[in-house]
């Protein structure tokens, strides 16, 4: 039996890093995420500051939560199709396909498979699965499939809840808190069309360490998950993937059983962690790297993702005004600085040669790229701006940029959850 942590011992935790010890992350000293029970602290704080809180027991879900486990969506949308990736192991790593996803060249092979199938269809191979590892049909990325992650977004969501019992049980949603958390949270619109999605899992499939460049509430409706997060300030430290990388937005990082020799800034780290229930959700800010695995076999939740109206790591900097230069500016901000940087540097030498330019320009040597000087002088007048014309700041900050994310074996870190031995699952509720 799994039971709800006293996290906040009666009184509500404010720091942006956390409050109480919770069970460490790969080694990493860990602490609750804040957690609210109303929607008033929500409002009066959590959405104002743009920062991550849970609200347990919400109304955000009316009459599904505990109801919509995808049993029992697949006897009420049985022809409804959903995508689903296929993993070797526990772990699922988002990756965008093909040339498109891959500007910089980087060689790349998906460690996981898709597949698009009807619900019946992904929650009998759930359930399969979970008995044993089945074989995987030739031509597949590994020999075998042993957990599966389904996604039902945009019009596929929006038809399955379109009629019949579905329909019935969305008409329960308390619309005006959603609504007012659009308001609070400053939302722009929903990103990816709809914005909204309806995500399952296998028992412990977890999807690794990324962050988004949008707002999401993630909102619990079936089985438990547990979320774990880092703030946009430990960018430096979660190694992303090159932008022109298929794996942008990921993190490098095996979080539950680093290399700190490949990723030493890792042991600095402070994440935050908390069990979501039925009918709980938490708030999400844009940039704020997350790591999910489902306790429950067969975890439910539903999201929205919405653009915002506030920065985000797609932002342009001159946008920021002075919360660049406030104090921690810098850092809190890095995921838009990082990625302004990369353009600059695609802009004068091409996607190809991204990777080798940044490395030399981390390490401080030329390298004979055509375009390599107009590139070298951008960033060079870019990063004095930001750091206010102090070149040692503006050094060390690129330095940071660069190691170890440009000019190692990306391949491997692509496989490095795939391929470094488990960690056993330590329940934290």
Known sequence: MHLLLPTLY????????????APPVGGQTARWIPEVDSAELLFSHFLPRDEPVVVRGSSLLGRSVGRWSPDYIAKHAHGTVVHTFRSPNRYFSYYVPGIAGNPGGYPFEPPTDSADMTIPEAVARAHSQRRACLPAPAGSAASQWCSLYAFADGA????????????????????ELYEQIKKGAEWAGPAFGLGMALIFGQENSTMTA?????????????????VVIWAPEETDKMYPFPNQHSCARQSMVHVDNPDLV????????HPLRTVLQPGDFIFLPAGWWHHLRSVSHLSTSVAWWHDTLRPNPYSAPSELGDLLWRRGGTIRFSQTVWTHVETLVGRHVGPK??????????NMRKLVVPGFQQAFEEVRDFLLWVHKNNPE????????MVAGRFGVDHERFARTWYLRPDVPVVDTV
Do not use: I
């Open 353 to 362: 040669a991204v990777d080798a330019v940044m490395a030399a320009l981390g």
């Open 156 to 175: 596929t969501f929006r038809d399955m809840v379109a009629t019949g019992q579905l329909a019935e049980d969305r008409g329960t949603w308390d619309g």
């Open 262 to 269: 490949a990723h030493p800034r890792y042991k600095l780290t």
């Open 210 to 226: 990324h962050y988004d460049s949008h707002s999401n509430v993630l909102s619990q409706v079936f089985g438990e998950k547990e």
């Open 10 to 21: 009666g009184e509500v935790c404010y720091r942006r890093f956390g409050c109480l010890d």
């Open 393 to 400: 700041q503006a050094g060390k900050y690129m330095n940071r």
